[in-house]
Structures are given as structure tokens and as C-alpha cells.
């Protein structure tokens, strides 16, 4: 039996792989300072090849223990400081960031991990300078503290396979939804205010535009890299290249949800909320030699499957 760990695995997007992981006969070990992440996101208990240690995996005292008990052959680093907006209030929390990368690597070269699994962010692109943002053509070129220290986490990882032969998966995550994740992100915050024929707010004039990827695609699309052997050594978009305005998201939701809310503009925010973000995602769509689910549908799902 393979074991695997996932970091930050209480979150939404690390609970959906670990879910996927279980199901699929690994032993994972879900690690997360719960932070960000909640207990009820785990795994089924009555699974018995899970477990939960709650630790800190920017404390390598912390960490070390797990990941050299285990002897881990897959290791998924999602933890993170995770929002533009938390980590613009709260720009040197997410500096810590750092040296969970450095924990997770130094242990990972040292105890046999075969390869290790970097949960990146479009946001390292910043506004692009080209659309689709392609893995190889367009600039890094964010200045968001969130931004930049994915791109040294990048980084961190690029530079233990040149120096230690340590392989690597990074993944750049488009925006992601589905039933688990947190109320604080754009669908959730919609969906919720929807639900209760609430005020739904757009920050600016809702032109900006975005993807949405439901989160089945983002998990088969991590589960085929893993056992396919995929992406080895190299970046690949994780998101859905189907592009839709704010407004026109708060519009869907509102019909997906038969609701009465009305739509009230906001001041723009001072930085962070990019006019535009798409992916190229050829890589993804070769890996999942299918289309990815419409927006309507997932929303949908989301609804029937709430958490929140």
C-alpha cells in the first residue's frame, strides 16, 4: 500500500484529494495546524487507511517526526496561508510559508519520497500579459505577497531536483469550487447569500473575469499525474478556460438558485482583484481526455452537496 501525505489536508482542496486518495486504497496521512482547514472535511471514519495529525508544517520539529515515521513514498504540499485577501492583511503570515518548503523538502530528499506535489496559484502570473496564461509563455510577474512566495516555493522545488534529484509536480491552481470550500471565497459567498435572498456583492463593476473549475476535475486531473506518472519536473494549469464575468457569475448563481437577491457594487479593492484570468489547459485536458463540467452543472452540485 502506497502512502502518501498531504499537508494541509484539512482544507478544502487537500480533504477533496485525500477523499479521492483513500477511496483509491492509498494510506494517507492528513497534516494540518487547522489553521484554515476543519476536522469535518476529513476523510469517512469508518476508513481505516487515513489518519489526522494536527501539526504545523512550518515547525520542523513538528513535522519531522511524521514524515520520518511514515516514510512517505508521495508527499502533496497544499498547506498554505491561503486568500488574496487574508494574505494582504496579513502579509508576514504568509511569509512562514517559506520555511514550510524548506521542512517538506529537506525531509522528503531524506527519507525516500518519490516525488513530491506543489499546490502553486494562478495568482503567481499577476495580471496577464497574455491570454491563455500558458505555463511556459507567460511572465511570473505578481507582487501580492501570496504571489511571490508561491513563486519561491516554485522555485524552492526546481532547485532540490537540480541539487538533490528530488522529483517534482507543481500545480497551478485556477479558481476551484465545489461543496467544501470555505464561505469565504466568491461561489460560496454567492451561493450562501443566494440561498437567503441576501444582498450578493461585487467589489468594482463586475467586468473582471475569471474560470471556475470544479473540483472533480482539479482531483482526476492530480490523480492521473500521480499514477500515470505525469508532469514530472514540470508545471501544468490546473482551472477551466471557459471565461465569465463576476457579474455574469453572480447572475448564474442567481438563476441556478431561483433567487431574489439583488446584485450591490462595492468599491473596488485597493490590489489583488486582477481584471482577468485564464488558463491554457491543454496539459490538463490531456491528462483527463475529457471535457471539464460546465459551470451551471457544478453549481448545481455544489448546492445539493452544501457544507456550508
Known amino acids: 500500500m502506497k502512502k502518501v501525505l498531504i499537508t494541509g489536508g484539512a482544507g478544502f482542496v487537500g480533504s477533496s484529494l485525500a477523499d479521492a486518495l483513500v477511496a483509491r486504497g492509498y494510506f494517507v496521512v492528513i497534516a494540518d495546524n487547522l489553521l484554515t482547514g476543519f476536522v469535518h472535511k476529513l476523510p469517512n471514519k469508518s476508513l481505516s487507511n487515513w489518519r489526522f495529525i494536527r501539526c504545523d508544517v512550518n515547525d520542523y520539529d513538528d513535522i519531522a517526526p511524521v514524515m520520518t515515521s511514515y516514510a512517505f513514498d508521495y508527499v502533496f504540499h497544499y498547506a498554505a496561508v491561503v486568500g488574496v485577501k487574508r494574505t494582504l492583511e496579513y502579509p508576514n503570515l504568509v511569509l512562514h510559508d517559506i ?104 467589489y468594482g463593476d463586475g467586468q473582471q473575469t475569471r ?24 508545471v501544468i494549469n490546473i482551472g477551466n478556460d471557459q471565461i465569465i464575468t463576476v457579474l455574469e457569475l453572480a447572475e448564474t448563481v442567481k438563476k441556478v438558485t431561483n433567487s431574489e437577491s439583488k446584485i450591490v457594487y462595492l468599491p473596488p479593492l485597493p490590489e489583488g482583484d486582477m481584471t482577468r484570468r485564464q488558463p491554457d489547459n491543454q496539459l490538463m485536458r490531456q491528462l483527463l481526455q475529457r471535457e471539464l463540467l460546465p459551470l451551471a452543472e457544478g453549481l448545481r452540485r455544489v448546492i445539493a452537496q452544501r457544507s456550508f
Do not use: M, W
Request: aromatic letters at 14%; one cysteine or more; hydrophobic letters at 40%.
Open 99 to 202: 520555511q514550510g518548503f524548506r521542512n517538506i523538502l529537506n525531509l522528503a530528499k531524506n527519507t525516500g519520497v518519490q516525488r513530491v506535489f506543489f499546490s502553486s496559484s494562478s495568482e503567481v502570473y499577476g495580471e496577464p500579459v497574455e491570454l491563455p496564461q500558458h505555463e511556459h509563455t507567460t511572465p511570473l510577474n505578481s507582487r501580492l505577497p501570496y504571489a511571490v512566495v508561491k513563486n519561491v516555493g516554485e522555485s524552492f522545488f526546481r532547485s532540490y531536483k537540480q541539487a538533490f534529484d528530488l522529483d517534482f509536480t507543481i500545480l497551478r491552481f485556477f479558481n476551484t469550487y465545489g461543496p467544501k470550500q470555505s464561505t469565504d471565497f466568491v461561489i460560496s459567498k454567492f451561493i450562501k447569500a443566494a440561498l437567503a435572498h441576501q444582498d450578493i456583492t461585487i
Open 211 to 234: 474560470t471556475f473549475c470544479y473540483i472533480d476535475d482539479n482531483i482526476d486531473a492530480t490523480v492521473i499525474a500521480l499514477e500515470q506518472n505525469k508532469i514530472v519536473n514540470d
